[in-house]
């Protein structure tokens, strides 16, 4: 079968997308560069449902590119929940804060457009959960923070921690975001400090809890 059928036979037996993720992912697509990196319908559905395991109630998110998964982790939050995201390419404000705002769940949603590695600490949140997907030459940088402010117990989730399979070409060796997915990938494997385990959902996605 192929995988592309196989993928469709996925979608089809879990919860859409809605309406509202669906054009702000075809949007993404047609304004943004590199539109696939929003997390899209497969990956939102599991953010959501993780936000439901886990019951936070602050998030705090690296990377809003388009607001997608921001979206789908607000909606996954109970009454009084938050997502704190932080993006630091302040040329994608315009198009992801309007559709944040215009969201069903933008009371839910902090946007914030600046360096989460130095910003987010200056919060003086305790965060229950984070979601990192940012700049991969900082993911380590990134890392060290989030475990700062993440409660004993929390979780941490990693975007694109497989990096297309670069992660184990050589081809890949000198590539600055492969190196820093590598670094990050090493680090999170021998910390003694949280239990971790790397699906292969997508582009990968590493679940990390703090100890």
């Not at 319908?41 to 936070?56: D, E, S, T």
Request: charge should be negative; hydrophobic fraction near 40%.
């Amino acid at each position: 079968m192929a995988e592309s059928t196989l993928y469709k036979y996925i979608l089809d037996h879990s919860d859409p997308e809605g309406n509202y993720l669906y054009r702000l992912y075809r949007a993404t697509n047609i304004y943004m560069l590199h539109g696939r990196m929003a997390s899209g319908h497969l990956q939102g559905r599991l953010l959501k449902m993780l936000v439901r395991m886990i019951n936070p109630n602050n998030i705090l998110e690296v990377g809003t590119f388009s607001g997608y998964s921001a979206i789908c982790m607000a909606e996954g939050l109970g009454d009084g929940g938050k997502v704190y995201t932080f993006e630091i390419n302040d040329e994608q404000e315009d198009f992801t804060r309007k559709w944040i705002e215009q969201s069903p769940v933008a009371s839910k949603i902090e946007f914030i457009i600046g360096d989460a590695i130095t910003e987010a600490p200056r919060l003086g949140i305790s965060f229950d959960m984070a979601f990192i997907d940012g700049d991969k030459r900082t993911y380590c940088e990134t890392y060290e923070m989030a475990l700062k402010v993440i409660r004993q117990g929390g979780f941490i989730l990693a975007d694109n921690t497989l990096w297309d399979g670069h992660v184990i070409d050589h081809a890949y060796d000198k590539d600055p975001q492969t190196k820093g997915i590598e670094r990050f990938n090493d680090l999170v494997a021998a910390d003694t400090r949280v239990e971790k385990v790397i699906l292969p959902l997508r582009d990968g996605l590493t679940l990390i809890r703090k100890l």
